[in-house]
């Protein structure tokens, strides 16, 4: 996986979520390349292969942050801040080093088991909150859509772990794929560890998207009989 350098560009983005200002991808792509998502269609390189990181993002953070109020600020947009290269980069701990000095919070989404090494520096903030995203109770099928990411297994293990630390927790159970998400199956899976639970359904629109265009592919090769179903349901 090459790291490369992303264009300049402010490092906090507004967040649309109801209660947020303030939204912070610590990297430009994301190795997870799960097929179904949105973030696809904005791609700078391909995430198989490249993502990018901040020129001086402590610095820079450090500078947008301080004419800001201490508030809570979004992680996990349009990248997974957990993805394999945060294990060696650390942008994210870093992030979290710095929001914590100055009294931010943090609302969190991942993929990955990953985000425990840093239960020390939530438990330091105010009201922060954990979560993760699954998609699909049967192991074969998640594979298909999001083989690079870490299993079901390890995420739930996770919750638990951020529970069991006094982290507020949440799942996320998204995207909700019609005929493939055992929706009543994960939320029994997720509900003794999460303290919400939310629903989010497939975003992406026939021809125009790329995440469209990778499950098409998927549907062609392994569900050729719902292929046309999602174009009805999902496609606009």
Avoid at 23 to 40: R, S, T
Avoid at 120 to 137: N, R
Avoid at 205 to 210: F, L, N, P, S, V
């Amino acid at each position: 996986m090459r790291i490369g350098l992303a264009s300049p560009r402010p490092i906090l983005q507004p967040c649309s979520l109801e209660g947020l200002t303030y939204q912070l991808d610590p990297y430009v792509g994301c190795e997870h390349h799960c097929y179904y998502c949105y973030a696809l269609n904005r791609a700078e390189t391909d995430w198989r292969e490249e993502i990018l990181v901040h020129r001086d993002f402590v610095h820079r953070l450090r500078h947008e942050l301080a004419g800001l109020e201490p508030q809570t600020i979004y992680m996990g947009w349009n990248t997974d801040p957990y993805q394999p290269a945060e294990r060696g980069q650390r942008e994210t701990r870093q992030a979290l080093e710095l929001l914590a000095q100055r009294g931010f919070s943090v609302c969190i989404l991942t993929k990955s088991d990953l985000i425990t090494r840093d239960i020390d520096l939530l438990a330091a903030m105010s009201d922060p909150s954990a979560g993760v995203s699954i998609a699909f109770q049967d192991a074969g099928v998640r594979r298909l859509f999001e083989a690079n990411a870490p299993p079901n297994e390890r995420r739930i293990a996770a919750l638990k772990v951020l529970k069991d630390a006094g982290i507020r927790t949440y799942a996320l159970i998204c995207p909700v794929m019609p005929f493939l998400t055992d929706l009543e199956a994960l939320i029994e899976r997720v509900a003794p560890f999460a303290d919400r639970i939310w629903v989010y359904p497939l975003q992406m629109e026939a021809e125009k998207d790329r995440n469209w265009q990778y499950v098409e592919e998927i549907l062609d090769r392994r569900f050729p009989e719902l292929r046309e179903r999602y174009r009805e349901i999902v496609c606009v």
